[in-house]
Structures are given as structure tokens and as C-alpha cells.
């Protein structure tokens, strides 16, 4: 398994001799506007380029998995340039009926049941945010990868830590965790990704699993920063175990003997 960190919760994912596409954002600095009601409304969004061409992200792509349908995770420059035969996964049909709008023609609903080319994608659940904004917000998804041959990795989407997560993980037990760690926030002060006792809660809770935390410093209201984050692993004892990638950023992990 190769993970390839790219910006805020886009990555790819080499898994089973398969390269997946997690939530693509491939638009230009600024290329659209700041989330209203929130920190950094200078700055349009995303606020830091592409770490590499859109041309190398894409290369050889067998799958697209979108955990939601906000802009920071399928913006229009995804849209655009990516194949519109590849087989796209994504949480609920009416999401499916939007990505076939734009043009996307093989769009399949995640379940606990699908298989792509031998690899078991289980769809998980996810809270993007706590209290009213849950709402307001909308719903969001995660997924966990199995194959005999690879080590088995969730990929939690935009959520903070709740039962259900503490249950997928203590269910399906992943050796590699990938969360979105940012604490993005409307000036309403609610988290509506993982903050810093978020991640500790995972890391609690899988305390064998290496723990990969993304969406950081990439669009207008972030509020947990690398460098903080990397405090708080140094302060909690978790440094060993808390991967923080740069943009552009990648790890292997030996497949299962």
C-alpha cells in the first residue's frame, strides 16, 4: 500500500495493484471563493497550490471514492478534467445523480457490500460537526479497504469522534488510519472536522495502528495547524504513532505476508 498525501483530503491510494482517488480538490490557489463566516476570508480558496501537476495526480487512476459532495473535497476543476468513464463511488444516490449531471457515467453508491477488482470497500459513517450544524452540513461517509494481499485501512472522511467511529474502528480493527485533523470551524466555534483530542481519542483507540492526519492548512478555516498538531503528539506521547504528512507527502506499508 502506497499513500500519497496531495492537499487538504485528496490522496492517492495505491491498494491491491488498483490506484484509488479520495475526494478530489484540483483547482488553482484561490480558484474559488472562502467559506463564508469563518477565519482567513482574504484568502480564497484553496489556499496553497498543488504539490505536483494534475497530470501526475491523475495518471493511471482505476477509481474515485468521494466521501461528500463539498467543494473542498469535488470542486469544477475535478469535474473537468477526469475521465468520465472511470468508476466513481460515492455515499448516497442522490450524490450519484449529481455526479452524473457533470457527466460521469459509471457512478456506484457505496454499501457494506461492494468489490472492486477483488478489494472490499466498506462504506462507514461520519458526523461532520456536532449539534445543529450536523444538519446544516450534510451527510458524509468513510470507508475501510480489505484485500488478502494489503493491510486494512479506513479512510475516515470529514467527521469528528463520536461512538460510531470508536465502533468501525473497534469492528474492522485497521492497521492504517487516515483521519481528516484540521478542526475546520465556522466562527460558531463547533469543530466539524477532528481536533487535537479527536485524534487522541482514535489513537487511544487503535493503539497499534498507525494514524495519518490530512486536511490541514489547505482551505480558509482551518484551526489546527501541523505544527501544533505535532506538539500536541510530542506532549500526548503519540509521536510514534501520528503521521502528519507536508502536501505531496507519501508512505508505503508492507502488504500482509
Known sequence: MKINHIRNATSVIEYANNRFLIDPMLGEKGSFEAFPNSPRQEQGNTIVDLPMSIDEIIYNIDA????HL?????????????DKDIQVFVQNENEANQ?????FENVEVL?????????????TPGEHGRGEIIETMGPV????FEHESEQKLYVSGDTVWYSKIQKVINNYKPEIIIVNGG????????SLIMNGYDIYQVSKEA?????IVVHMEAVNHWNLSRDSLKELTTELNMESQVLIPDDGDYYTFDKLS
Open 70 to 82: 463539498h467543494l473542498d473535497h469535488f470542486d469544477e476543476v475535478a469535474q473537468q478534467v477526469l
Open 99 to 103: 455526479v452524473r449531471n457533470v457527466g
Open 183 to 190: 478542526d475546520n470551524q465556522f466562527y460558531n466555534g463547533s
Open 64 to 67: 474515485i471514492i468521494l466521501t
Open 207 to 211: 493503539p497499534n495502528s498507525k494514524i
Open 141 to 144: 461517509c468513510g470507508v475501510v
Open 111 to 123: 454499501t457494506e457490500h461492494i468489490t472492486f477488482n477483488g478489494i472490499k470497500l466498506i462504506k
